[in-house]
């Protein structure tokens, strides 16, 4: 199954615009998926790994959406004892409107209004994540969008994303048809599936981005996910792709 990505054509959540009822009904769906078709489960799979009951750690989330990783990331650091300060980057100054909003109890998350490629932190994180973004990508970019990661991280990067594949595309027309249907969800989901890298894709792209001894991973639910578990890029455990 070929990838089908026109950058004349950007999903509607990417289009400039300002609050509406349509943009917040669209974020919360995400949110819902995420919860519930993997993100967040892969999300916490790598937190486990990296973040260390009473220890502290600096966090970068790229495209951030309405900040529910970011919480996300919060309430696991509350239960675990660790001291967390996030930053959360998105280009659409709406969505980052809606992600304050919703994180008013979680003081340990900033929001900004700004794009990746141009983003210049005052310091290196030691965890940098972007989730369900690549695809929004071409592929240049997408090479760019990984190499930003890399470079703004001192410790561990972690790039999840959807996998490409024809029972995907059939699945989330099924999904779009019956449960999310609004017009948003149902428009965005359906381009993302047929945007998506394939499993060998996402492996070059990491390899153009000058990434060595990286993990990539297949996780369910058609997700994958490439990662950096050092400053150095050691060979992670259980780095080596799994079916």
């Known amino acids: 199954m070929r990838r089908h990505f026109d950058s004349a054509v950007p999903e509607l959540m990417d289009r400039s615009q300002p609050v509406t009822r349509e ?4 974020l919360a769906n995400l949110r819902s998926l995420n919860r519930w078709f993997g993100s967040h489960g892969l999300i ?3 937190l486990r790994r990296w973040l260390l009951p009473n220890s502290k750690a600096r966090i970068l989330d790229v495209a951030t959406g309405s900040g529910d990783i970011p919480r996300l990331i919060v309430d696991f650091a509350r239960r675990q004892n660790i001291s967390v300060q996030v930053e959360a980057i998105d280009q659409q100054a709406s969505t980052i409107e809606i992600a304050r909003r919703l994180s008013a109890q979680y003081p340990q998350i900033e929001f900004f209004c700004a794009d990746l490629l141009e983003w210049q932190p005052a310091e290196r994180y030691d965890v940098v994540l972007c989730s369900l973004t690549l695809h929004h990508f071409s592929e240049d970019d997408a090479v760019r969008v990984l190499e930003k990661c890399r470079e703004f991280s001192r410790a561990h990067v972690l790039l999840a994303d959807l996998r490409r594949a024809r029972w ?4 989330v027309h099924l999904v779009t048809a019956t449960i999310y249907r609004d017009i948003m969800t149902k428009t965005d989901g359906r381009l993302s599936a047929a945007r998506a890298f394939s499993f060998g894709e996402m492996q070059e792209l990491a390899q153009r981005a000058g990434w060595q001894n990286f993990g990539h991973r297949k996780f369910a639910i058609g997700r994958q996910a490439i990662w950096i578990d050092s400053p150095s890029g050691a060979q992670s455990r259980n780095s080596k792709a799994t079916s």
């Open 44 to 46: 916490r799979h790598f």
């Open 23 to 26: 943009l917040e009904r669209d």
């Open 168 to 171: 995907l595309s059939l699945a």
